[in-house]
């Protein structure tokens, strides 16, 4: 049940704009602000995540006997090198997919 | 003007993440809410900032927002914590200036007698009291709605609106 009265009513829109444009402009670019800044945020986290992950993991990779084994010209054997290493490089790849496609900037 | 709550669709819209809609019922709600909390603040600087702060909360809250549910009170219950959180905020500084004392004897000691306008009387009411008022008689809201907004029981609500009443009616010598 409403109990309006006119005067109150009055009273409480007295002195403000039906529509303030430089009201809204203000809301909507504190939100933009709020939501560049959170998601740079995320990609800087997310950046140090992956040079983390890529440090701890990439000296593992025997990336230096495949690239010699290649500028050799023994290509074969080189791709034989890569495959080996497919339990290294299968779980960066996924993450580097899961990352990239749940990243919260790409859902803000 | 005040408005009916439009709900539905915009709100939808504005939960799914469209600022376009969320804008359409920001535009729809900004005055009522700048001129509830301009009420209660008396200050319209302070009010506007509670009032942008109030929708940035509400979009980026949006998914709390259950869609079955009016927009309005869910908006203006955002604002009406904002400002009581700021005013735990400023009642701490003026304590510690020791301000607040010398301001509440003056509210005191006004002279009952003194002609007021609506806005005047409004402002020497409780803000709890102030509040459910603004809402239920200004701002079109239901004793249901107001309840839901300030997060009071709604037999609380009933009573600050008629209470409330009578003493504006004795402010201003039953003019209204």
Redesign the interface.
Known sequence: ?????A???A??????????LG??I???T??EQ?RFIRSLAVNLVAAAAAALLLALVAPQLDLLRILGGRLMGDLSRSLSMLTDEYLLMAPLLLAGFVAWYSRPSAQI | ??GPDPGSAWTQGAQAGL?ENF?RL??LN???L???L??LTGN?DEA?DL??ES??FA??KRHRFDPARAFRPWLFGIAWRKYRERRRSWRRLLLQEGAYAEMQKAVVNADPGLALD??AA?AMLPPEQQAA??L????????GEAAEALSMPLGTVKSH?ARGRKQLAAFLGDE?
């Open positions: 049940m409403s109990e309006r009265n005067t109150m009513a009273m409480i829109v007295a002195k403000v704009a039906e529509r303030d009201f809204e203000r809301v909507l504190r939100i709020r | 003007m005040i600022t804008e920001m535009r900004q005055q009522p700048r001129g509830f301009r009420r319209a506007d009032a942008q929708f940035i979009w980026e609506l806005a409004c008022l603004l239920c008689l200004g701002c079109d809201f239901s004793h609106v209204k």
